[in-house]
C-alpha cells in the first residue's frame, strides 16, 4: 500500500511570508504527527493530530498551527517565516492516537531566505 | 519532559564487525523504546522496538537491548554491512516520541 506521502519535497521562501505543509497518510490511519529535523535541535516534536483534533503539541511558537481533516489528511501553516525555520519537515501517521506503528513520510525540506 | 541521549554521534567501522549504539533516558514511565533508520533524503524508517516488559528483541542481525532500572537501551548490529550506513535515531514513547540526537554509522568496505 501507499505510503506517508508529503508535499511538496522542497520549498524556498523568503523571510516574512507563510507556507502550508501538507501530509496525506497511509490509508486506514486516523493520526498524524509532525515533526521538525534540524542539524543543530534534531528531531523535535511539533502536533499529533486525530480526528480532525490537537492531541498533543511540542514546544514551538503560535506560528506553528496544524488542522487535520475528516479524511486524515493533515496540513501544516508557518506564518511569518523566519531563517530558523529552514528545516526538514516530517510527518508521521499511525493507525490511532498512541505510540505504535509510526510510518514517516520523505519529508518537505524548507529553506527560508 | 522526556530527555533522551544517545551515544555515540558518529560511528565508523569495518564491514562485518559489530556496531552498538547506546541511548539513556529520564522519564521512567516510558514504555516503548523504538529505534529508526534514516538514510540520506528519506525520511525515519522503523527497524526494531521493544516495549518496556520484554528485556532484548532480535530480527536477524539487529538487537534491541531495554534496562527499565538503569534507564537505557541499545542497539546492536552484527555482521555490518555497507547498506548499514546511515543515521540511527533511538527514540522514546512517553506521551508522544522523543528522539535521540542520532548516530551516523558508516561502515567501511
Redesign the interface.
Known sequence: KAG?TQTPRYLIKTRGQQVTLSCSPISGHRSV?W?QQTPGQ??Q?LF?YFSETQR?K?NFPGRFSGRQFSNSRSEMNVSTLELGDSALY?C?SSPSQG??G??????TRLTVV | GENVEQHPSTLSVQEGDSAVIKCTYSDSASN?F?W?KQEL??????II?IRSNVGEKKDQRIAVTLNKTAKHFSLHITETQPEDSAVY?CAV?G????????TRVLVKP
Request: aromatic share 26%; hydrophobic share 30%; net charge neutral.
Open positions: 506517508v504527527s515533526y534534531g528531531l516534536f499529533e498533543n511540542g516530517l508521521a505510540q505504535y509510526y510510518t514517516f513520510g520523505s519529508g | 516503548y523504538p529508526y533524503g528519506k525520511g525515519p524508517q522503523l522496538d535515531f514513547w506521551n508522544k516520541l522523543t528522539f535521540g540526537g542520532g
